[in-house]
């Protein structure tokens, strides 16, 4: 069974440019999250998506940030416009349920110069 | 505040040493506790969790792990280090219900041949 994966695994992009990063959540997960890990920070929570609904997006640092999850099965998060500060890995996770375990994929990797 | 410590930034062992990497949170409600593993190039990875019952938890390649209440830590141990454990460590808290994991700052572990 396939894991959580994400792309692009690295992404270099200059300040004010988008970027797109997209997740793929384990088949039969409704239940999809992006974290986001900073310079050396700690991991945070950005936001939780049931199926194609927003249950919680309290994460999301600005309005530079948009996530959708169109049809329930992937999802996308883009960064418009980037800057210096957006640099970090993005992780996509996914679970069964909104209580159970949650499964991280590989993680974007996103560096703005 | 909610929150998890991981005390040690950097730990370096030799290999077939022992290994315990250090976990402290603070959290009002009963946690439910999680060691990831990131290792270079790969996603987080659950080594172990810790919900309920024997304290003491067994986990994926040979790794340990006792939630002690009274001292508000969950360390990680392994009796004997192998090269490929070389990685960053997280802790993470979470509660029945949630999906908001709290991350610790991770620790990188560096095993000496």
């Known amino acids: 069974e396939a894991g959580v994966t994400q792309f692009p695994s690295h992404s270099v992009i200059e300040k004010g440019q988008t970027v797109t990063l997209r997740c793929d959540p384990i088949?039969?997960?409704?239940?999809l999250y992006w974290y986001r890990r900073v310079m050396g920070k700690e991991i945070k929570f950005l936001l939780h998506?049931?199926?194609?609904?927003?249950?919680?997006e309290s994460g999301m640092p600005n309005n530079r940030f948009l996530a959708e999850r169109t049809g329930g099965t992937y999802s996308t998060l883009k960064v418009q416009p980037a800057e210096l500060e957006d640099s970090g890995v993005y992780f996509c996770a996914s679970s069964q349920g909104s209580g159970n375990t949650i499964y991280f994929g590989e993680g974007s990797w996103l560096t703005v110069v | 505040a909610q929150s998890v410590t991981q005390p040690d930034i950097h730990i370096t062992v030799s290999e077939g040493a022992s290994l315990e990497l250090r976990c402290n949170y603070s959290?009002?409600?009963?946690?439910?506790l999680f060691w990831y593993v990131q290792s270079p190039g790969q996603g987080l990875q659950l080594l172990l969790k810790?919900?309920?019952?024997?304290?003491l938890v067994q986990g994926i390649k040979g790794f340990e792990a006792e939630f002690k209440r009274s001292q508000s830590s969950f360390n990680l141990r392994k009796p004997s280090v192998h090269w490929s454990d070389a990685a960053e460590y997280f802790c993470a808290v979470g509660t029945s219900g949630t999906y908001k994991y709290i991350f610790g700052t991770g620790t990188r572990l560096k095993v000496l041949a």
């Open positions: 088949s039969g997960h409704d239940n």
């Open positions: 998506f049931v199926k194609e609904s927003k249950q919680d």
């Open positions: 959290y009002g409600a009963t946690p439910y």
């Open positions: 810790y919900f309920s019952g024997d304290t």
